[in-house]
């Protein structure tokens, strides 16, 4: 069964770094998500992608944010510069159709520790 | 987003039925009941959605009460591999790209004793 990817499973960066997380959502899926989930609290949205642009975003994602799409299969967020409470599990999501129902398919996550 | 309380706990022995209550009586009447639930160290994972009628798939049931406020989820005969952080989350019959928006609430957590 097809799946999203995310790599890497953990990433350590030091405070201030800039860092990429990487998704590779399910091939034939047109919306992407990015949620997290800090350590032992509830996972929370944070963006919503479709046709190359944010159709949707939560107040976490704020300027030191961003996604893109660079091409046909990646899907990435860049976090610019990176504080202590970033640290969290990163869980990239897609979708297939604009069908109501449609469940979001999630990857299983990349840790980021921010130190 | 309707609310909805879940029990923050559950345990069960394996090979059992599972039933994991789910209360959302601000329920509107479009909003779908959606379960997804989380497995140690992975991503959520979708397992069912209904509407008004009971449903069945590969996974588990749901089972709607008459008044949808309320819905439990049946792991029919509960494994190992179901311990799990299971989520019960509203949502909109809104179509559109917002509707990826999923709020995820604590979610009961299930413990399957061998």
């Known amino acids: 069964e097809p799946e999203v990817t995310q790599t890497p499973s953990h990433q350590v960066t030091q405070m201030g770094q800039e860092v990429i997380l990487r998704c590779v959502p399910i091939?034939?899926?047109?919306?992407f998500y990015w949620y997290r989930q800090i350590l032992g609290q509830k996972v929370e949205f944070l963006v919503s992608?479709?046709?190359?642009?944010?159709?949707?975003k939560s107040e976490i994602f704020d300027d030191q944010f961003s996604v893109e799409r660079p091409d046909g299969s990646n899907f990435t967020l860049k976090i610019r510069s990176t504080k202590l409470e970033d640290s969290a599990m990163y869980f990239c999501?897609?979708?297939?159709?604009?069908?109501?129902?449609?469940?979001?398919?999630f990857g299983n996550g990349t840790r980021l520790t921010v130190t | 987003d309707a609310k909805t309380t879940q029990p923050n706990s559950m345990e069960s022995n394996e090979e059992e039925p599972v039933h994991l209550p789910c209360n959302h009586s601000?329920?509107?009447?479009?909003?779908?009941i959606h379960w997804y639930r989380q497995l140690p160290s992975q991503g959520p994972e979708y397992v069912i959605h209904?509407?008004?009628s009971n449903v069945n798939n590969r996974m588990a049931s749901l089972a709607i009460a008459e008044d949808r406020k309320s819905s439990t989820l049946i792991l029919h005969r509960a494994t190992l591999r179901d311990a799990a952080v299971y989520y019960c989350?509203?949502?909109?019959?809104?179509?559109?790209?917002?509707?990826?928006?999923?709020?995820f609430g604590q979610g009961t957590i299930l413990t399957v004793h061998p």
């Open positions: 999501a897609s979708r297939m159709t604009r069908e109501n129902n449609s469940p979001l398919h």
């Open positions: 091939s034939n899926h047109l919306y």
């Open positions: 992608f479709y046709n190359n642009e944010i159709s949707e």
């Open positions: 601000t329920i509107s009447g479009t909003d779908y």
């Open positions: 209904g509407l008004t």
């Open positions: 989350i509203l949502r909109p019959n809104a179509g559109g790209t917002s509707y990826g928006k999923l709020t």
